[in-house]
């Protein structure tokens, strides 16, 4: 059969593009979740109205990413039984534990009291309030960690044995499997990530609405507040978060040169065992040579990422390939992934994501002298429109139109790092399911044909469409309004103190 038409392929191809939509929602709800959390607590505290407005305005667009996460999320438990049977019969009593601990656990907080936080603003004190939304931040953290547990063990797996009788993999230490290196610094990265994402989203909207406003004949002075506060906060995480990603992304890096070196070989197109290793910037390979017919290359620094030094080996792709072939049965090629995809996703997610850093430093620096609370705002109230329209006319000389457009423009690029960085991931790590134990082709589900596995495909791509289509449309509408800045305090919380801005 034409591989191109196998269920394989095929399930590869629905699982891919089901998995990389979801987690285009799992980012932005684990940081939005926190983000609407500290706004609130701001509020609680201080009682200014802007970080009321603020948690109301995050907290929606936060509603509806979540609603479209969990309905595209469903999925992908179901795809275990529909194509890859054969993996979850042979993994499923050691990757279905983390899995069952994200339902048990995580999906109940969340569920739970984001249900109390919706409808509890006019009934619940204004702490116990807040509290339920810290509960649902826990909740999608704990959901996210239990996930990158499973994924992490399908990198390197550990806590496990093999039944001789039935040739399945057994549970053994349910406790290495959560908390094995390998996880501990993957979720680190994909949480810091995570975070990034959230950063550039809050700065692009609130950048639009600014940037509206400055050229708005008569502006709304409370948006106007409660939107820079948004771009603050956003931009501050953009490059806390961004740093972050970059330790944790070192570290996860030297993690898979030691347990993976064919994934970071690929990532590199580092054909032959170099001392000390280059890091290619640019390379066109030849696959089926075995080298790369172009290169442009920094002496060393391969090297460097790998072991933290200039001089020492880094294992090439063809090496590599032979050392497997010889431990694990069959051909050297047989164990090289796709080069292509491998080298451009990983320099890809590094460079969008690294992009948003760099947006998050420069709109931090522009900004650094403008104080969007001025200190009479706090002893005359009937101040706040002239004082703040004053503010927003300042802002004019130091960003500029580019600089707002780059603001706005930003905000998608950490969605993009995020799903080459899963492409990167999965990719690398063929071709294997579960690396040195379960091969991908001998994880599907032996009774799919290819006519079915085509028809799933195809049902599930229209279908993700039309979500995305219904997801965007949602986001527009509600994050265009703006911040509902003509709501109070509730009536029935404890009354806060004097509103100010």
Request: proline share 5%.
């Amino acid at each position: 059969m034409n591989l191109a038409l196998a269920p394989e392929t095929i399930a590869r191809w629905q699982f891919g593009v089901t998995t990389v939509y979801h987690f285009l929602f799992v980012p932005l709800t684990i940081s939005l979740a926190a983000l609407v959390a500290g706004l609130e607590t701001a509020w609680v505290r201080t009682g200014k109205e802007k970080y009321l407005h603020a948690t109301k305005f995050w907290g929606k667009l936060f509603l509806i990413n979540i609603a479209l996460g969990v309905v595209t999320g469903i999925v992908q438990e179901f795809q275990f039984g529909m194509n890859w049977s054969d993996y979850s019969r042979f993994v499923g009593d050691v990757f279905g534990a983390p899995l069952a601990m994200e339902a048990l656990v995580a999906f109940f907080l969340e569920s739970t009291f984001i249900g109390l936080w919706i409808f509890g603003w006019d009934r619940l004190p204004r702490k116990v309030h807040c509290a339920c939304m810290w509960l649902v931040s826990i909740g999608t953290v704990l959901s996210s960690y239990f996930i990158l547990a499973a994924n992490s063990w399908m990198q390197h797996p550990v806590g496990y044995s093999i039944d001789r009788a039935t040739g399945r993999a057994r549970l053994t230490d349910f406790v290495e499997v959560l908390t094995q290196h390998t996880t501990l610094v993957q979720a680190g990265h994909t949480l810091s990530a995570s975070f990034l994402t959230g950063a550039a989203f809050m700065v692009g909207i609130s950048a639009f609405h600014l940037w509206k406003g400055k050229r708005a004949e008569e502006a709304n002075p409370r948006k106007t507040a409660t939107m820079r506060t948004s771009l603050r906060l956003g931009l501050s995480l953009a490059v806390a978060a961004g740093l972050a990603t970059a330790v944790s992304g070192d570290r996860l890096g030297q993690v898979m040169f030691e347990q993976q070196p064919m994934k970071m070989a690929a990532a590199e197109a580092l054909w032959d065992t170099q001392a000390p290793a280059p890091f290619s910037v640019f390379a066109v390979g030849d696959v089926g040579e075995g080298r790369n017919s172009v290169a442009v290359e920094v002496p060393g620094v391969l090297s460097f990422l790998a072991h933290h030094n200039l001089t020492d080996a880094v294992p090439g792709i063809n090496d590599t390939a032979a050392a497997e072939a010889a431990a694990y049965g069959g051909r050297p090629e047989d164990y090289v992934p796709n080069i292509f995809m491998t080298f451009w996703g990983f320099r890809l997610m590094i460079g969008f994501g690294m992009t948003s850093f760099a947006a998050g430093a420069a709109g931090l620096w522009l900004t650094r002298r403008r104080r969007w609370v001025a200190p009479q705002l706090r002893t005359r109230e009937d101040e706040v429109p002239r004082l703040l329209l004053t503010r927003n006319r300042e802002l004019g000389p130091l960003l500029t139109t580019w600089s707002w457009r780059i603001a706005i423009l930003t905000m998608g690029f950490p969605l993009v790092a995020n799903s080459f960085g899963w492409i990167f991931t999965e990719m690398g790590r063929q071709p294997w399911a579960v690396y040195g134990l379960l091969r991908t082709r001998d994880a599907v589900s032996p009774g799919v044909s290819t006519t079915t596995a085509a028809v799933s495909l195809t049902v599930f791509t229209l279908l993700y469409a039309t979500l995305a289509v219904v997801e965007v449309r949602l986001l527009t509408r509600f994050a265009k309004a703006g911040p509902p800045t003509e709501e109070t305090s509730p009536a029935s919380a404890e009354r806060p103190p004097a509103l100010t801005y």
